[in-house]
């Protein structure tokens, strides 16, 4: 398995933007998708985007489509996820994680980093 620590989380108005990054340790970065999970109080942990091992496809859940954009720079084995636009609904401890393949649901991510939370006020 890989270790990820995520950062970049924090407070920021409404319309705001937010640049998250998570990094993993290890040489076998290269190996994985990638992905990005949130959790909202008293929800379960959804789907947000993902991104495939050599970067040429990525994922997003509809609600966040237009808005965020994940990214990958397997020189410094990190992944991004860029969110624009935010909104009071964006707000959520955000998960990173990593698997073999990409999958939509959380089951299916061997890998999870600790989280970190996003706030967005209205």
């Known amino acids: 398995q890989v270790q990820l620590v995520e950062s970049g989380g924090g407070l920021v108005q409404a319309g705001g933007s937010l640049r998250l990054a998570c990094e993993a340790s290890?040489?076998?970065?290269?190996?994985?998708?990638m992905g990005w999970f949130r959790q909202a109080p008293g929800k379960e942990r959804e789907f947000v985007a993902a991104?495939?091992?050599?970067?040429?496809?990525?994922y997003y859940a509809d609600s966040v489509k237009g808005r965020f954009t994940i990214s990958r720079e397997d020189a410094k084995n990190t992944v991004y996820l860029q969110m624009n636009s935010l909104k009071p609904e964006d707000t959520a401890v955000y998960y990173c994680?990593?698997?073999?393949?990409?999958?939509?649901?959380?089951?299916?991510?061997?890998?999870w980093g600790q989280g970190t939370q996003v706030a967005v006020s209205s």
């Open positions: 991104i495939t091992r050599s970067g040429g496809t990525t």
């Open positions: 994680a990593a698997s073999p393949v990409v999958a939509r649901t959380t089951h299916s991510w061997g890998s």
């Open positions: 290890g040489r076998t970065f290269r190996t994985y998708a």
